[in-house]
């Protein structure tokens, strides 16, 4: 069994380079967590934290609907 058998990880290899939206998710990470670094926590920066974190999650699984059907 590879890694990339299972499902949602395939989809996260998958979605590479050709996909902006997944690009700009994975580079915002790293600066979301620079962010909370120099501000501290706070309810800003958890509600930051929690948005980001569910949007990534709803596009993988947008991602992974889409795929499914063979609509793009």
């Known amino acids: 069994m590879n890694l990339t058998d299972i499902p949602v990880v395939k989809q996260v290899f998958e979605s590479g380079a050709d996909d902006r939206v997944y690009d700009s998710l994975v580079l915002a990470g790293p600066i979301l967590i620079a962010v909370i670094l120099l501000?501290?926590?706070?309810?800003?920066?958890?509600?930051?934290?929690?948005?980001?974190?569910?949007?990534?999650?709803?596009?993988?699984?947008?991602?992974g609907i889409i795929d499914a059907d063979g609509d793009v």
Request: aromatic share 20%; hydrophobic share 60%.
């Open 39 to 63: 501000v501290g926590r706070s309810l800003i920066t958890l509600g930051l934290a929690l948005s980001y974190v569910a949007l990534f999650v709803f596009y993988l699984a947008y991602k």
